[in-house]
């Protein structure tokens, strides 16, 4: 069974930094994508940033050029390295794993862009 467990999101003033973390336990495929979103209150949970197996990153347009996905294959970690903070930012982040025929969740850690 697949687990993933979010860290590193708090309450940061505008134009600060965050780097939020996600570790992944357990077996999975070798073909995979893990993938940032975000939900903010009242709003559909968004797609912020894509990381392939094989490297290739994605972002939302929202966030090019602020944000930065990025993984440790030896440590099973991925990384959303944030930058520049937006009080738009704010919003509960979501760890996400797809698989072929599977797609896992973390629990979600709350960032908070407030001055």
């Known amino acids: 069974q697949v687990q993933l467990v979010e860290s590193g999101g708090g309450l940061v003033q505008p134009g600060e930094s965050l780097r939020l973390s996600c570790a992944a336990s357990?077996?999975?495929?070798?073909?995979?994508?893990m993938r940032w979103f975000r939900q903010a209150p009242g709003k559909q949970r968004e797609l912020v940033a894509t990381i392939t197996n094989g490297g290739r990153t994605n972002y939302a347009n929202s966030v090019k050029g602020r944000f930065a996905i990025s993984k440790d294959n030896a440590k099973n970690l991925m990384y959303l390295q944030m930058n520049s903070l937006k009080p738009e930012d704010t919003a509960v982040y979501y760890c996400?794993?797809?698989?072929?025929?599977?797609?896992?969740w973390g629990q979600g850690t709350q960032v908070t862009v407030s001055s």
């Open positions: 996400n794993l797809w698989v072929p025929n599977a797609d896992y």
């Open positions: 357990g077996t999975f495929s070798s073909i995979y994508s």
